[in-house]
């Protein structure tokens, strides 16, 4: 069973004029990886609302056609129990930190606590999610006089530490350094392989491309490419498009174009040494 | 590596180290409520001087004891300066005892015990719930409120109103150095602060409204709402046996001052300044 169905999906904020999602339909699988890609205001934060059932039960406004989770129509679902199945890191982790805790620690098991777990287990969790995201130093600290790196880990640390079946995590390395991006997609792709749902929005193509199983393109409000990664990032209409591509995609393009091309387009850079080599001539 | 020393302190119920402190905060809720009624019974300078006291005895004992008496001190100064003064200006009649005279401004001693006695129950009640509230941290009073019965969101709202209170604080403040950066008299007399005053106040109130909606949906992206029973990673000791009999000698000895109060401390002659 899809995890998620989306059929023909208009969705408009309140008081405003046009839709910020159009007519989107498409399926998530189980235990698939999904890259939301986008240029500002295209609506992927909005997306992720969607699939998180943030809309229709906290943003009202206008949703037509159908968001089936689980089988079940969202306007169906308890919006409390959703919050127990899908784990949100917000794009914007300042927002994320609750202002109740008094250490980092206590933050990032608070998720884990209204979950009921017990005190040794959440313990155990906390402790591992903050090795893993090395935040370990930080746990004594007061949540609310972090930096935005810290907060950002920290926000991620806390949903993370939820261990839900899917995922929804909105551009989670805004605010890191090359380092902390790298820790971040390690953290995901282990998600990965534990066959978690994951859908990501990313501006950090070449992570996309090297990390999901599918793509969607989102621009006004409307899936202007979706489709497997390497299908769609290979793409010469995502170029022409003026759509951020990986660079080695770039150069495969450009190879093309000088007379020279590739056995195919690559989207990583491990791809484009393997072409190139295997290339003859 | 993470500090194991500081993850124990989760395995074991939250100490401060201080006896008053690690007491349950419903032991020093009744004991604080029950003390604090006394000087309104009372009615009695010297009792309500005597409470003050002792309370500020407990507080020194206590990890918190800076947040009490930079509180505790203003307020009952400021209470008993205030009712003093005030009732020298509209008490003449029955006053007979000159005290001083301040050009021409004639204060009785009278007067002054009226109105000492006046103040006492006033500033007996507060300073001792000051004790209570300074002493015993909001999350501390929440979570033995959830004990209780009293919901996860009712102890949450009570909490974060607090967290908001210092973040509104923050706020303004960066506001406020922000106008004072392009330019707008923060400081000096009180029509020119106002007027900057006025122009902080929207800003700061759409923050505060912004806020709300974030901290809805934060709340909810960590099943905050969930029906599940919840689990304490720091917990307080519940209420001991020797809690339970201070409880109740509180409870007997705000009882017993209400005879003593009635039937012996009216007729002293120290107390029958009225
Ligand atoms: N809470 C809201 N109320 C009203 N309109 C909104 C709200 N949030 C977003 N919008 C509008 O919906 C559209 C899509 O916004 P969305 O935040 O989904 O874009 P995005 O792709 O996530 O952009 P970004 O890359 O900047 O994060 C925008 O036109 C935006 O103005
Ligand atoms: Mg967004």
Redesign the pocket.
């Known amino acids: 069973m899809a995890r998620i169905e989306l059929k023909d999906v208009t969705y408009r904020?309140?008081?405003?004029k046009s839709p910020?999602l159009k007519h989107i339909t498409y399926t998530f699988e189980p235990g698939k990886f999904y890259g939301i890609i986008?240029?500002?205001?295209?609506?992927?934060?909005?997306?992720c609302n969607l699939l998180r059932g943030l809309i229709p039960h906290f943003?009202q406004g206008s949703l037509k056609g159908d968001v089936i989770i689980d089988g079940t129509d969202v306007r169906k679902w308890d919006t409390d129990e959703l919050s127990a199945q899908i784990g949100y890191v917000f794009?914007n982790p300042f927002t994320q930190i609750s202002g109740i805790k008094e250490t980092v620690f206590e933050e990032v098991g608070m998720g884990l606590e209204n979950l009921g777990y017990s005190e040794e287990e959440v313990i155990k969790r906390v402790c591992d999610v903050c090795e893993l995201l090395k935040i370990t130093d930080l746990v004594e600290k007061d949540p609310n006089a972090l930096s935005g790196g810290q907060k950002q880990r920290v926000a991620f640390a806390s949903i993370i530490s939820m261990d839900t079946e899917m995922l929804v995590i909105?551009?989670p390395t805004s605010q890191l350094d090359p380092e902390g991006t790298e820790d971040v997609f390690q953290i995901i792709k282990t998600l990965k392989e534990e066959h978690k749902t994951i859908v990501l929005?990313e501006?950090k193509i070449d992570l996309i491309a090297e990390f999901c199983d599918e793509i969607i393109v989102?621009k006004d409000?409307e899936i202007v490419f979706s489709g497997p990664t390497h299908e769609i990032l290979s793409n010469r209409a995502l170029l022409e498009a003026n759509a951020t591509i990986p660079q080695a995609a770039i150069f495969g393009h450009a190879m093309a174009d000088a007379g020279k091309p590739l056995a195919d387009i690559p989207i990583t850079i491990e791809e484009a040494e393997r072409l190139v080599r295997e290339r003859k001539g | 590596m993470i500090n194991q020393e500081f993850v124990d302190k989760f395995r074991h119920y939250h100490k401060y180290g201080t006896w008053w402190d690690d007491l349950n905060p419903l032991t020093k809720f009744v004991v604080c409520f029950m003390v604090a009624l006394t000087p309104i019974y009372a009615l009695t300078w010297w009792y309500g001087l005597g409470v003050c006291v002792i309370v500020s005895i407990v507080a020194m004992t206590s990890k918190f004891r800076k947040n009490f008496f930079s509180l505790a001190v203003k307020v009952f100064l400021i209470i008993t300066i205030l009712l003093v003064v005030l009732r020298q200006i509209g008490h003449r009649a029955t006053s007979i005892t000159p005290l001083i005279n301040i050009f021409g401004w004639q204060w009785y001693v009278e007067t002054l015990f009226n109105s000492l006695n006046r103040a006492s129950f006033i500033v007996g009640f507060s300073v001792t719930m000051i004790l209570f509230f300074t002493t015993t941290p909001m999350r501390d009073i929440t979570y033995q409120l959830e004990q209780m019965g009293v919901s996860h969101e009712a102890s949450y709202v009570m909490l974060s109103s607090m967290q908001n209170i210092i973040d509104l604080k923050a706020t303004a403040v960066t506001i406020f150095d922000s106008q004072k950066a392009r330019g707008i008299e923060t400081t000096g007399n009180a029509i020119k602060r106002a007027k900057a005053f006025f122009p902080t106040l929207a800003p700061l109130m759409i923050g505060a409204m912004q806020g709300t909606e974030e901290k809805t949906i934060a709340l909810d992206a960590r099943a905050f709402s969930v029906k599940r029973n919840h689990s304490f990673l720091r917990k307080l000791r519940p209420v001991q046996g020797y809690e339970w009999a201070m409880m109740a000698v509180a409870v007997i000895f705000n009882i017993a001052m209400i005879f003593v109060s009635f039937k012996i401390l009216k007729q002293l002659p120290v107390t029958r300044f009225f």
Do not use: M, S
Not at chain 1, 13 to 16: D, M, S, V
Not at chain 1, 38 to 47: R, V
């Open positions: 904020y309140p008081y405003t910020a986008g240029e500002n205001g295209g609506g992927k934060t909005t997306l943003y794009q909105d551009e929005v501006h989102l409000g």
